[in-house]
Nanobody, 124 residues
């Protein structure tokens, strides 16, 4: 069982920055594929950014390319999402997720462990 705890969300003005963190409970964190998803009210959960096992492949939603950066610190068992130039449409609950089995997951259903989410609100 992998436990994930997100932090770093909050209220920020448009154009501002936030860094989300996701702390994992397992030391084998470095071998997992990881991702950030988000869900806005009334909308489906969507992929924001992902990183494959061994950090070979990173993917970003078109809407965040050039503004968000996903990274991990294996020594701290922590995943990060640096969010710059935030827009009101980035407002959502952000979740981190882990896939222990696949090197490079391709769908939301591939991820088998999820954090509880952290709220990000961007004011205009």
């Amino acid at each position: 069982q992998v436990q994930l705890v997100e932090s770093g969300g909050g209220l920020v003005q448009a154009g501002g920055s936030l860094r989300l963190s996701c702390a994992a409970s397992e030391r084998t964190f470095s071998t997992y594929a990881l991702a950030w998803f988000r869900q806005a009210p009334g909308k489906a959960r969507e992929l924001v950014a992902s990183v494959s096992r061994s950090d070979i492949i990173t993917r970003y939603a078109d809407s965040v390319k050039g503004r968000f950066t996903i990274s991990r610190d294996n020594a701290k068992n922590t995943l990060y999402l640096q969010m710059n130039s935030l827009k009101p449409e980035d407002t959502a609950v952000y979740y981190c997720a882990v896939d222990r089995d696949r090197a490079a997951p391709t769908s939301i259903g591939d991820y088998d462990y999820w954090g509880q989410g952290t709220q990000v609100t961007v004011s205009s």
